[in-house]
C-alpha cells in the first residue's frame, strides 16, 4: 500500500508571522479555505529544510504519531508584493514556487514537560527523533502540541543534518547521535526496546522509496552539488535504509543517555 502524496493548495493570504528568527514561519490561508503554518523555501536553510520536514512528517505519520497534515503550498510570483514588511516581502519573494504547510491546529497549547507521557508514545517519538537526527526537540523547544487531549508532533525541519554538509552518508547514518541526551521525552522513554522493534516491523525499502519520491524536483537543484534530483533522493533513500538497518546504534546511545 503506498504513502498517501501530500497535496497541493495554493497559498492565498499570508496571516502573520508566528515567531521571531531565521526561518520566519507563517501563518497563512490557502485555497482550500484552510489555515496553514507555512514553512518557506526562502528562508534559512531553505529547501533542505522543507525536505526534512517532508521525510521526518512521513515518517512520524508512518508510526502512528499525531502530525498535523502536511501539504504541499503554491506561492504565486505576485504574493506579497503589497506586504509592509520588507524582510518578510524578501521572503515570500524568495519562496516562489511550491513551499510547505502544516495545518493549524487552532487551539493547541505548548506541551508542558511536567505532564506525565504514556511510556511507550514517548518511546516512539524519541526513537523517531533519534532516526532521522532531530537535534530540535528539547525542553527549551519542545516542538510538540497538547490538542484534543492529544499529543501532537510538529517543526522536524531541524533533521537530517547531514544533507548540510552533503558527504559521507554511510558514515552519518551510522552515527549513535548524541544529542538525543537533550530530548524533552527521554527521561519518559523507558520502552525504546519496543518502540524500535515496532518501527522496524512498520519501516522498510518501499515506504522509503515512497517518500523519498515525494521530494519534488525543484527542492532538489542545488547549487552545492552536481547530482541530478534522482542521485538525490538515491543518497536520502540509502540513508534511511542503512539507518534503519543499524538502529542498534542510536538505540543504546539513548538508552545509556537516559542511564
Given at each position: 500500500?503506498?504513502?498517501?502524496?501530500?497535496?497541493?493548495?495554493?497559498?492565498?493570504?499570508?496571516?502573520?508571522?508566528?515567531?521571531?528568527?531565521?526561518?520566519?514561519?507563517?501563518?497563512?490561508?490557502?485555497?482550500?479555505?484552510?489555515?496553514?503554518?507555512?514553512?518557506f523555501?526562502?528562508?534559512?536553510?531553505?529547501?533542505?529544510?522543507?525536505?526534512?520536514?517532508?521525510?521526518?512528517?512521513?515518517?512520524?505519520?508512518?508510526?502512528?504519531?499525531?502530525?498535523?497534515?502536511?501539504?504541499?503550498?503554491?506561492?504565486d510570483?505576485?504574493?506579497?508584493?503589497?506586504?509592509?514588511?520588507?524582510?518578510?516581502?524578501?521572503?515570500l519573494?524568495?519562496?516562489?514556487?511550491?513551499?510547505?504547510?502544516?495545518?493549524?491546529?487552532?487551539?493547541?497549547?505548548?506541551?508542558?514537560?511536567?505532564?506525565?507521557?504514556?511510556?511507550?508514545?514517548a518511546?516512539?517519538?524519541?526513537?523517531?527523533?533519534?532516526?532521522?537526527?532531530?537535534?530540535?526537540?528539547?525542553?527549551?523547544?519542545?516542538?510538540?502540541l497538547?490538542?484534543?487531549?492529544?499529543?501532537?508532533?510538529?517543526?522536524?525541519?531541524?533533521?537530517?543534518?547531514?544533507?548540510?554538509?552533503?558527504?559521507?552518508?554511510?558514515?552519518a547514518?551510522?552515527?549513535?547521535?548524541?544529542?538525543?541526551?537533550?530530548?524533552?521525552?527521554?527521561a519518559?522513554?523507558?520502552?525504546?526496546?519496543?518502540?524500535?522493534?515496532?518501527?522496524?516491523?512498520?519501516?522498510?525499502?518501499?515506504?522509503?522509496?515512497d517518500?523519498?519520491?515525494?521530494?519534488?524536483?525543484?527542492?532538489?537543484?542545488?547549487?552545492?552539488?552536481?547530482?541530478?534530483?534522482?542521485?538525490?533522493?538515491?543518497?536520502?533513500?540509502?540513508?534511511?535504509?542503512?539507518?534503519?538497518a543499524?538502529?542498534?546504534?542510536?538505540?543504546?546511545?539513548?538508552?545509556?543517555?537516559?542511564?
Amino acid at each position: 500500500m503506498s504513502t498517501t502524496i501530500p497535496r497541493t493548495v495554493t497559498v492565498m493570504r499570508y496571516i502573520l508571522p508566528l515567531r521571531e528568527g531565521g526561518s520566519l514561519p507563517a501563518l497563512a490561508e490557502a485555497d482550500d479555505d484552510f489555515k496553514y503554518v507555512l514553512k518557506f523555501r526562502g528562508a534559512g536553510h531553505g529547501v533542505k529544510m522543507l525536505i526534512s520536514e517532508l521525510l521526518g512528517g512521513k515518517i512520524a505519520e508512518k508510526l502512528g504519531l499525531q502530525i498535523p497534515e502536511l501539504v504541499f503550498a503554491q506561492l504565486d510570483v505576485d504574493f506579497g508584493r503589497t506586504e509592509a514588511d520588507e524582510e518578510i516581502q524578501d521572503l515570500l519573494k524568495f519562496s516562489e514556487g511550491l513551499n510547505l504547510g502544516l495545518h493549524f491546529l487552532s487551539g493547541a497549547i505548548a506541551y508542558d514537560s511536567s505532564i506525565k507521557t504514556d511510556p511507550l508514545l514517548a518511546s516512539k517519538i524519541v526513537w523517531l527523533d533519534a532516526f532521522i537526527t532531530n537535534i530540535d526537540r528539547t525542553f527549551k523547544n519542545t516542538n510538540l502540541l497538547w490538542w484534543h487531549k492529544e499529543l501532537w508532533v510538529i517543526d522536524n525541519g531541524a533533521s537530517f543534518y547531514f544533507h548540510h554538509s552533503w558527504q559521507n552518508f554511510d558514515t552519518a547514518a551510522k552515527t549513535p547521535f548524541k544529542y538525543i541526551k537533550d530530548h524533552v521525552l527521554l527521561a519518559q522513554a523507558s520502552e525504546l526496546d519496543k518502540a524500535d522493534a515496532f518501527a522496524k516491523t512498520i519501516l522498510n525499502e518501499d515506504f522509503f522509496r515512497d517518500i523519498v519520491n515525494m521530494i519534488p524536483d525543484e527542492w532538489l537543484q542545488w547549487r552545492d552539488t552536481e547530482e541530478t534530483p534522482d542521485e538525490i533522493r538515491q543518497i536520502y533513500f540509502n540513508f534511511l535504509n542503512t539507518r534503519l538497518a543499524h538502529s542498534e546504534i542510536f538505540l543504546n546511545e539513548a538508552k545509556n543517555a537516559r542511564g
